[in-house]
């Protein structure tokens, strides 16, 4: 079956930035997206379509995909944005897939 | 305002059954595809179930085949997920989410609140 693997932390210093990879054999053929979730909360949606940002999530939010990775980068982390962020794609089979998560640690 | 708000859960024994349901409003329900996605404490998110805006199913989870039914009601903006057979395995936040499209997966947003199931004797 299929798998999404992200790296389970990340931690960075206030106004740095975030990367938080996301790879997977399915990625080359299905899109990605990201969500955060706060503790205690449901997810949000953060990315759609690999780059694609929603309305209302702040600009310092954003996607890339090369291959069989996809990337969530936040450029000047901000302590709010310390959360776990999950990626979802769909595999071959036509089931919908989420990493194991990446908790993202401002110092 | 687009909202979701699960219902249902509660603490249940092994081997009995429990009915969530998620109430919509704000949007045409009909014209999306709905999912439930679950998180057992602490651990990562789950996809369990799927299913199109004309109660096509999308699909289920492994672990959950054969002992789980998603259904909706887009008369009264409902979706559901009937559980049986339940495993100490299922306790988990249980959240219903909306996909962008009716076709189904794509993205979810948004996404229920959240009910906690407890399978525990």
């Known amino acids: 079956s299929y798998e999404l693997t992200q790296p389970p932390s990340v931690s960075v210093s206030p106004g740095q930035t975030a990367r938080i990879t996301c790879s997977g054999d399915a990625l080359p053929k299905h899109t990605a997206y990201w969500y955060q979730q706060q503790p205690g909360q449901a997810p949000v949606l953060v990315i759609y379509q690999d780059t694609e940002r929603p309305s209302g999530i702040p600009e310092r939010f954003s996607g890339s995909s090369s291959g069989a990775t996809v990337t969530l980068t936040i450029s000047g982390v901000q302590a709010e944005d310390e959360a776990d962020y999950y990626c979802?794609?769909?595999?071959?089979?036509?089931?919908?897939?989420f990493g194991g998560g990446t908790k993202l640690t401002v110092l | 305002e687009v909202q979701l708000v699960d219902s249902g859960g509660g603490l249940v024994q092994p081997g009995r059954s429990l009915r969530l349901s998620c109430a919509a409003s704000?949007?045409?329900?009909?014209?999306?595809?709905m999912h439930w996605v679950r998180q057992a404490p602490g651990r990562g998110l789950e996809w369990v179930s799927g299913?199109?805006?004309?109660?096509?199913?999308?699909g289920y989870a492994d672990s959950v085949k054969g002992r789980f039914t998603i259904s909706r009601d887009n008369a009264k903006n409902s979706l559901y997920l009937q559980m049986n057979s339940l495993r100490p395995e299922d306790t988990a936040f249980y959240y219903c989410a909306r996909d962008h499209g009716p076709g189904g997966l794509t993205w979810f947003d948004p996404w229920g609140q959240g009910t906690l199931v407890t399978v525990s004797s």
């Open positions: 299913i199109r805006w004309n109660s096509g199913i999308i």
């Open positions: 704000g949007f045409n329900f009909d014209d999306y595809a």
């Open positions: 979802q794609s769909v595999d071959n089979s036509g089931s919908v897939i």
